[in-house]
């Protein structure tokens, strides 16, 4: 055991029979007997019995070693004696190392006096009734499978793949301390926590002490190999595999720094969330563990079961992804030279369909959940709605200039300048001049308001980290032009610039969703007449016809979008679409060495893949 505490002894109904003669109460050798064994003491408790004292001693010892139990304490029950015999019941309270289970039961053992000192008659049924000759205590513990995280019709996002689970036969080692010095020098864990599994653990059946994916069982093996009488069994399962990873988030296993940092103790078979939906559902998804003393024979056959813990399955978190889109945003991406994401909104009610992800270098794109970007010019859908509202008509003439001065700032625009623009050919072209130009209409407050009204800077109800965006109130002519422009400290994340398509197209303002079953979000109105957002529609439709936003244009159902490139280092550049197509409202990034629009082409792929 791996403690042992003061002794609790009860006597809560010592019973004598009448007529037991001169002979002293039994009561002293069972209360001595009780304390020895409780505190340790296992030879001082032998030699109390009629037993061979050393086998008695490590019979006692091995006890609840054997069900790898934190402590035990005993209470005498009753005591009734009849002349020279005696029999003697107990109460035992057996913490075992799985956390929170308690295994009580009720024993009993004869004692005889011999020459007026009374003496235990030996047997197994003195630690449990339930023991022959030859038989022990053995703990079995068995997790339930994970619980899935599902796509919106309830399938696994969590895909088959192969683990390898590191064990032993516990019958077949030659010094299991050894064994579990060497494993626990490895990888981390508890020794002695090792050591308790493997020797409550049946003997002859294989006991997993580690589960590993392919890559960590690659790196650790070459070391784990070495301890003795280790093997490994290679196994099938859903737990570390995802279509939409950064979503569901990763799953770690007995070694995973997560358990470790809080403190827990070491169980074969648990696995812990360490990141997105999974850390966030860990107590919904893990389940609870069914635990049982059982009694084995001298075979290492289960002979009955003492008592159970039956555990419970873990419950499944359902969101609302669409496997369908979320494997088409996968493909999408898979066939661009560039890092980029993709994210998916159904605009009639804040539902995340697709969360898509493309990693190539080691500087990592931020979570298209909680990342936070220049937008660039895609921002201008908002600014484009803050200027019509101040009734900017679209036909308004503004020319496109390379370069512009506003509050003592210079602007600059590459692309194919024009004499002969409007608010409207000026949106399509992304010509950011223009909107800095045109930023001497609004106030600070102004465009603001409108900010405000696309839910940035608003509250998300994600249960993982999300950024629905920020912009502090510009504080004077250049930095409200910037801000029109998506710069000067304008940040979104792509699931942030995908809800402000969804508004547009939806004319209603939503949170998003990702959680199926909830609530449904509150909505609101966009501050906007219907013709200033049918007019805001048109540029869009606009852009993507004529404009910068082309390449995302499709056969069929219209596509509404707007485009921008963000340079983000000396030769390399973010170009977004955000935009929509029926009811999905989408925003796509990607990285790239030129200021090509590579994500409108992006954008377009996957929507024409959904359909």
Request: proline share 6%; hydrophobic share 45%; net charge negative.
């Amino acid at each position: 055991m791996a403690a042992v505490l003061a002794l609790v002894v009860a006597a809560l109904a010592v019973g004598f029979s009448t007529g037991f003669g001169g002979e002293e109460s039994a009561e002293p050798a069972v209360e001595a007997f009780l304390l020895d064994w409780q505190q340790g003491k296992y030879a001082q408790a032998a030699a109390l019995t009629d037993g061979n004292a050393d086998r008695v001693t490590a019979q006692l010892a091995a006890a609840y070693t054997d069900v790898d139990a934190t402590n035990a304490f005993f209470a005498m029950k009753s005591v009734s004696q009849h002349g020279s015999t005696a029999v003697a019941k107990y109460q035992a309270t057996v913490d075992l190392a799985q956390p929170g289970e308690q295994w009580t039961y009720t024993g009993q053992f004869k004692l005889t006096s011999v020459s007026g000192q009374w003496v235990i008659d030996w047997a197994p049924q003195v630690i449990n009734p339930g023991l022959a000759a030859g038989d022990r205590l053995a703990i079995l513990t068995s997790f339930p499978q994970r619980a899935q995280i599902t796509d919106m019709n309830g399938q696994p996002l969590v895909g088959e793949s192969a683990d390898y689970h590191i064990g032993v036969y516990p019958a077949r080692l030659a010094n299991e301390a050894a064994t579990a010095k060497k494993f626990s020098s490895v990888t981390g864990l508890d020794e002695q926590q090792v050591l308790g599994e493997i020797q409550a653990a049946p003997p002859d059946s294989f006991l997993s002490l580690l589960t590993l994916q392919p890559n960590a069982f690659t790196a650790q093996w070459p070391h784990l190999d070495k301890v003795p009488g280790l093997g490994y069994m290679r196994r099938t399962e859903r737990l570390f595999v995802s279509l939409a990873q950064q979503t569901v988030g990763d799953v770690g296993t007995e070694i995973s720094p997560v358990l470790r940092a809080e403190g827990a103790a070491y169980q074969p078979g648990m696995t812990v969330g360490q990141s997105g939906l999974e850390q966030t559902y860990q107590d919904d998804l893990v389940g609870t563990p069914t635990t049982s003393v059982v009694v084995l024979n001298s075979a290492g056959a289960t002979v009955s079961t003492l008592w159970s813990s039956p555990g419970h399955a873990g419950t499944p978190v359902q969101t609302t992804l669409s496997t369908k889109d979320q494997k088409a945003a996968v493909a999408a991406l898979a066939d661009q030279p560039g890092e980029g994401e993709i994210v998916a909104v159904d605009a009639r009610n804040g539902d995340v369909r697709a969360l898509a992800t493309r990693q190539l270098g080691a500087t990592r794109l931020p979570s298209a959940l909680s990342g936070k970007l220049a937008p660039g010019m895609s921002f201008s859908i908002v600014s484009a709605a803050a200027l019509l509202s101040n009734h900017i008509p679209e036909n308004e003439p503004l020319p496109c200039q390379p370069t512009t001065t506003v509050g003592g700032v210079t602007f600059s625009y590459q692309a194919a300048a024009s004499s002969s623009s409007t608010f409207a050919s000026d949106f399509a072209a992304g010509c950011g001049t223009a909107f800095a130009t045109l930023s001497r209409t609004l106030s600070a407050s102004q465009l603001t308001s409108m900010e405000r009204a696309f839910g940035i800077g608003s509250s998300w109800n994600l249960k993982v980290p999300s950024f629905s965006g920020s912009a502090s109130t510009a504080s004077g002519p250049a930095d409200l032009a910037a801000q029109t422009i998506g710069q000067s400290g304008v940040l979104m994340s792509p699931l942030g610039m995908a809800m402000v398509a969804a508004e547009v197209d939806a004319g209603v303002g939503r949170s998003p969703e990702l959680i199926a079953g909830g609530p449904p979000p509150a909505d609101w109105s966009v501050p906007l007449s219907a013709t200033e957002l049918t007019e805001l529609r048109q540029l869009m439709r606009l852009a993507v016809v004529s404009g910068a936003a082309h390449p995302a244009e499709l056969r069929g159902v219209q596509v509404y979008g707007q485009a921008g490139t963000v340079k983000s280092g000396p030769h390399s550049y973010l170009s977004w679409f955000v935009g929509y197509r029926g009811v999905v409202a989408v925003a796509a990034i990607e990285t790239g060495t030129t200021a090509d629009q590579a994500a409108a082409a992006l954008a377009g792929a996957f929507l024409k893949a959904i359909g």
